[in-house]
């Protein structure tokens, strides 16, 4: 089955330690996104990538950083310098630019809790 | 900035009550619109979406959404909730020419057999 794959599903962390998030996809989708949901926010957008090799920063980028070496997989680092980390982070992708009439499709998230 | 706002923030309703949810955004270019729904512990998913055309777009479950293009607004509706549509509901909208998908707040939606 096709689909977006975000692991782990539950991580824990100490305070001042970088983590990274992993997100694979095997739907051969050229766009990828990465969001934060907290309650009663939404979600907002940290980071997206339109191609490999490329991407930009979103609304809340600051304290986090991303590389897209492959197609399929889209690693979210957050660093030390995030200062309210813990969240529900989304992984999300579209199979061509967004602008094609594409919809987004989510992967299951990740909890992240640092203690 | 751009925005998209949802206006009810909880909503709780007894079974086969009409449900209509608010989605109004603030981008004055062509637009696509999306409703997502996120069921406890399951991936968001796509309910319904609207590119171009006849502005009543039907979903999957029975849900359906206006899109009125003079009140920057595309609300959700379904005329009769079931119990298994206790979920959170999220309006997104992406611009015709951005690569950006811009999220509502959510609507927590709870209903009561």
């Known amino acids: 089955d096709g689909g977006i794959t975000q692991s782990p599903k539950y991580l824990f962390r100490k305070e001042g330690q970088n983590v990274t998030l992993s997100c694979e996809q095997n739907?051969?989708?050229?766009?990828m996104y990465w969001y934060r949901q907290d309650p009663g926010q939404g979600l907002r957008l940290i980071y997206y990538?339109?191609?490999?090799?490329?991407?930009q920063k979103g609304d809340i980028a600051e304290g986090y950083s991303v590389s897209r070496e492959k197609k399929e997989s889209f690693p979210l680092t957050v660093t030390s310098a995030q200062k309210n980390p813990t969240a529900f982070y989304l992984c999300?992708?579209?199979?061509?630019?967004?602008?094609?009439?594409?919809?987004?499709?989510f992967g299951p998230g990740t909890r992240l809790t640092v203690l | 900035a751009q925005s998209v706002s949802q206006h009810n923030h909880h909503v709780i309703l007894s079974e086969a009550a009409s449900l209509e949810l608010g989605c109004n955004y603030s981008?004055?270019?062509?637009?696509?619109l999306f409703w997502y729904v996120q069921y406890p512990g399951q991936h968001l998913q796509l309910l319904l979406k609207?590119?171009?055309?006849?502005?009543l777009v039907k979903g999957i479950k029975g849900f359906e959404a206006e899109f009125i293009k003079s009140k920057f607004s595309f609300n959700l509706r379904k005329p009769s909730v079931q119990w298994s549509d206790t979920a959170e509901y999220f309006c997104?909208?992406?611009?015709?020419?951005?690569?950006?998908?811009?999220f509502g707040t959510g609507t927590s939606l709870t209903v009561i057999p």
């Open positions: 981008y004055g270019g062509t637009v696509n």
């Open positions: 739907l051969n989708h050229d766009a």
């Open positions: 609207y590119f171009s055309g006849d502005p």
């Open positions: 997104a909208v992406n611009l015709n020419t951005g690569n950006q998908f811009y």
């Open positions: 990538s339109q191609i490999v090799n490329d991407f």
């Open positions: 999300a992708s579209t199979p061509d630019r967004p602008s094609s009439y594409n919809e987004q499709f």
